[in-house]
């Protein structure tokens, strides 16, 4: 963030340091690598009279692509299908509400959007599962916020709560055989099963730490590599983490499928 302007970047893994990518007024937000290739970002954007969902290239060549934009209501991409076909968001019900439903974006010609979830409560960070047939997501309908899962795109034939005493930020490992999501400091693995019908275990404490979110329901700030061997976790910074010494800092969690493996054996 500059000057009050937040950016989309990218941290070049090979040299080290992070490379801008848009650098224009607005606040850009929720990058999403698209699939199946990483060659494009797509974002949003907001607020003002440029307001929605863009897309770039990665490198940053080329013009940034209009994809999306919903009365001038914040709107902010949360995932994207394998075939990056598909684009699951998260939507004010009106501007300055901070109170979400999840709509689908078709990211072929004409960006198609549906309605997929607009009830009375907020829903949030959709997650769509490797197999394209499950959507994760956040709910306080219980008067808290907890994940959930339901078929999609269908998404009214079957709904399962999946957290236990709360719970945001879902997010699929890349074989669809475990969820994780956080709550607080903690960060829990629920191993589940898709076939011949969705089906969910008791939730498991993986690991803990002082981590960064958001606002309850808001932007994820944190992944899972596409191995499913490493966690990226963004850490507070040093004027919010007194005992953190870099001004930022990203965590790397590494071997927590052995400790997976031995809080919750196979059956």
Same mark, same amino acid.
């Not at 475990?178 to 589940?192: H, I, K, P, S, W």
């Not at 850490?235 to 965590?251: F, G, H, L, Q, V």
């Given at each position: ?110 960006n198609t959007w549906l309605p997929l ?15 394209g047939k499950w959507m994760a997501y956040? %709910?306080?309908? /219980?008067? #808290?916020?907890? +994940?959930? @899962?339901?078929? =999609?795109? !269908? ?67 944190w992944d899972i590599s596409p191995d ?15 005992? %953190?010494?870099? /001004?930022? #800092?990203?965590? +790397?969690? @590494?071997?927590? =499928?052995? !400790? ?8």
């Open positions: 963030m500059k000057d009050g302007n937040r950016d989309i970047a990218v941290w070049d893994n090979l040299r080290g340091g992070m490379i801008d990518r848009t650098h224009d007024a607005p606040v850009d937000f929720c990058p999403v690598w698209m699939p199946p290739d990483g060659r494009q970002i797509v974002f949003g954007r907001g607020p003002g009279s440029n307001i929605g969902i863009y897309r770039m290239s990665a490198d940053g060549a080329g013009n940034i692509e209009h994809l999306h934009t919903d009365e001038g209501r914040n709107v902010a991409p949360n995932s994207i299908s394998k075939d990056g076909k598909i684009l699951l968001f998260q939507k004010e019900k009106r501007s300055g509400l901070q109170i979400f439903d999840i709509g689908m974006l078709s990211m072929e010609a004409g979830l607009e009830e009375a409560y907020s829903e949030t960070q959709p997650q769509i599962s490797p197999d956040c %709910s306080n309908e /219980s008067g #808290r916020l907890q +994940v959930y @899962v339901r078929s =999609f795109p !269908e998404v009214d034939k079957m709904r399962m709560p999946i957290s236990v005493d709360g719970g945001e930020s879902p997010l699929w490992s890349p074989t669809g055989r475990e969820l994780f999501y956080r709550r607080g400091d903690l960060v829990m693995a629920v191993a589940v099963e898709t076939e011949p019908e969705f089906t969910a275990e008791k939730p498991e404490e993986l690991f803990r730490g002082t981590y960064y979110s958001d606002p309850p329901g808001g932007n994820p700030s499913g061997k490493r966690f990226l976790i963004l850490k507070p910074s040093a004027a919010a983490d007194p005992e %953190s010494s870099a /001004s930022s #800092r990203i965590n +790397v969690v @590494v071997n927590w =499928f052995e !400790e997976l493996k031995a809080r919750a054996p196979a059956k």
